[in-house]
């Protein structure tokens, strides 16, 4: 036969036909290995030929994703792939003898596996892991991949909320195996973290393993454990635009409630109203956290506010006493003149529109000669001196009326006294003649006569205004009395307005000092 027909026919052969009595070979060989490699095998059972060696097995985490964090519950939800890789005495053959057969994968549930759990779990069912194959080598190495979604407890400390960390524990260890029958070892020193998918919410800084060895009271055999601790980092950029902003906010219109005019009505309003903004924030913060001793940062910020709000409603309704008082208030004491109306009122920047020549904090009398004095009281006094002197007038004016009386006859003296009662003659023209009359008729009289006529009418004239001049003696006394009202309250009122600045100042100055010092926490 020719050779190179040989050799096609080798070729055709071997592309065709050789490739799938292989494979069928190593499916009969695989099954042939798992018949052998099972006859007397146990699962329930150590795969350790002696009962005194401990078998080892080792452990590596791998962080897929955190799930939840419920910090009021405390428990964290994460994904995990756990990997357990152990060595099976009687799982072993050799290799040669199954057609170079190195590998096989089959159900973990036919062979031995450790009873590996997560000590501190908090899930209820205990269900969250899945069943999956193991792959065994042919020198006994088994190698068990599992995912899992694990519940663990996780002790969440909230004291800088928003602006907190966190560390929580997955630690991991044997339920039935001491030290001394099975030993846990670390893959790696921390968890893998290649294929985690961000949270919106928390950024993981950190995932390190430590193995512990624990001697319990119940036992006085040693049990390790690998404790896996999770180094989590808060994104507090939600509770900054949505809690933190919205309180600053709120915060800054508590001062401004002392620059409010106290006659609008509106100050205490604006501080409850402002009150219960706060409070419905802070109920929300108290939704979220964990019923604890420790009070997160923002709730302290919230009660720091809400006592600011709540000091400043009550000041402000002191103050509104004090610019509201009335006509029976007292006059303003001399050191709340000289320190609130003086000193700190320039503190303040408080001035009175027109202050200066009608200013109420002029203690100086008015000079000689000037036309302005404070509140407009040196014209007024110099008029009550006047009607005083008038009244005073009267009792000389009732001596020379007594004294005229007993010179001049009767009839003489009521004539002019009907004539006097009339009020002021308007004719003197007629005044005259009536005298000439009364000189023609008692001719004896003379010029002596007439001049004690005049001083008779004059002083009787006189006396008649007496009434008048105790009108206008009262209504000038009610006008200083008004004058000394409003001035008083004028006096008070500024007392509350420069109260108000200066409150307004102190209470800014709070705000921005709390302010900077929760922003200087999130720095």
């Known amino acids: 036969m020719n050779p190179r027909v040989i050799w096609a026919s080798f070729h055709l052969i071997a592309t065709i036909g050789f490739i799938?009595?292989?494979?069928?070979?190593?499916g009969k060989y695989a099954f042939k290995l798992l018949n052998d490699l099972f006859v007397n095998y146990t699962s329930a059972l150590r795969p350790v030929e002696d009962t005194d060696n401990i078998i080892n097995v080792t452990l590596q985490i791998?962080?897929?994703?955190?799930?939840?964090?419920?910090?009021?519950?405390?428990?964290?939800?994460t994904y995990l792939w756990i990997r357990q890789v152990w060595f099976d005495a009687y799982l072993t053959w050799n290799k040669t003898d199954y057609d170079g057969l190195d590998t096989i994968r089959i159900p973990s549930s036919y062979v031995w596996r450790p009873d590996i759990v997560l000590y501190n779990n908090a899930d209820d069912q205990f269900s969250s892991s899945m069943e999956t194959n193991v792959v065994i080598r042919h020198d006994g190495q088994i190698m068990w991949d599992q995912p899992a979604i694990s519940k663990s407890s996780c002790?969440?400390?909230?004291?800088?909320?928003?602006?907190?960390?966190?560390?929580?524990?997955?630690?991991?260890?044997?339920?039935?195996?001491?030290?001394?029958?099975?030993?846990?070892?670390?893959?790696?020193?921390?968890?893998?973290?290649?294929?985690?998918?961000?949270?919106?919410?928390?950024?993981?800084?950190?995932?390190?393993?430590?193995?512990?060895?624990?001697?319990?009271?119940?036992?006085?055999?040693?049990?390790p454990d690998i404790t896996y601790t999770l180094h989590l980092k808060r994104r507090a950029s939600f509770y900054?635009?949505?809690?933190?902003?919205?309180?600053?906010m709120i915060s800054f219109l508590a001062p401004l409630g002392f620059y409010l005019p106290a006659d609008s009505g509106e100050k205490v309003s604006l501080g409850v109203t402002v009150l219960l903004a706060l409070t419905v924030f802070q109920l929300l913060v108290a939704e979220s956290m964990p019923p604890s001793e420790n009070v997160p940062l923002i709730g302290k910020y919230y009660i720091a506010t809400m006592t600011m709000v709540t000091a400043s409603t009550a000041l402000t309704i002191f103050i509104m006493n004090i610019h509201h008082c009335g006509p029976e208030a007292q006059p303003v004491p001399t050191w709340a003149r000289r320190f609130v109306l003086r000193y700190l009122a320039r503190i303040c920047f408080v001035y009175d529109m027109g202050e200066g020549c009608l200013s109420a904090h002029t203690d100086k009398p008015a000079q000689k000669g000037s036309s302005c004095t404070r509140n407009g009281q040196a014209r007024g006094e110099d008029f009550a001196l006047r009607v005083r002197s008038v009244s005073a007038s009267d009792g000389c004016s009732q001596k020379i009326k007594d004294q005229l009386n007993e010179d001049v006859s009767p009839t003489l003296s009521r004539r002019q006294g009907n004539e006097c009662h009339t009020g002021w003659t308007d004719d003197h023209?007629?005044?005259?003649?009536?005298?000439?009359?009364?000189?023609l008729e008692s001719g004896a009289i003379g010029k002596e006569s007439t001049k004690k006529s005049e001083m008779l009418v004059e002083g009787q004239c006189l006396c008649h205004q007496q009434s008048l001049l105790r009108n206008i003696e009262y209504i000038t006394n009610f006008y200083h009395e008004q004058k000394a009202t409003q001035r008083r309250n004028g006096e008070w009122r500024k007392v509350a307005k420069v109260m108000d600045r200066f409150f307004m100042w102190i209470f800014f100055i709070m705000v921005f000092l709390m302010s900077f010092l929760i922003i200087g926490k999130a720095v």
Not at 20 to 26: D, I, K, N, S, T
Not at 62 to 75: P, W
Not at 170 to 181: I, K
Not at 240 to 245: K, P, Q, S, V
Request: glycine share 6%; with cysteine.
């Open 240 to 248: 900054i635009f949505n809690l933190l902003i919205p309180c600053m």
């Open 429 to 439: 023209g007629e005044a005259r003649g009536a005298t000439g009359e009364r000189a």
């Open 62 to 77: 791998t962080l897929s994703q955190i799930i939840d964090m419920d910090e009021r519950n405390q428990i964290l939800t």
């Open 20 to 26: 799938p009595v292989c494979l069928c070979a190593q």
């Open 155 to 223: 002790k969440v400390d909230v004291s800088f909320f928003p602006f907190d960390a966190q560390q929580c524990r997955l630690t991991f260890g044997s339920w039935t195996h001491n030290g001394n029958q099975m030993d846990l070892n670390i893959a790696l020193d921390s968890a893998d973290l290649s294929d985690f998918v961000e949270n919106v919410e928390w950024q993981v800084l950190g995932m390190p393993a430590k193995k512990n060895v624990i001697l319990y009271g119940c036992c006085s055999d040693p049990y």
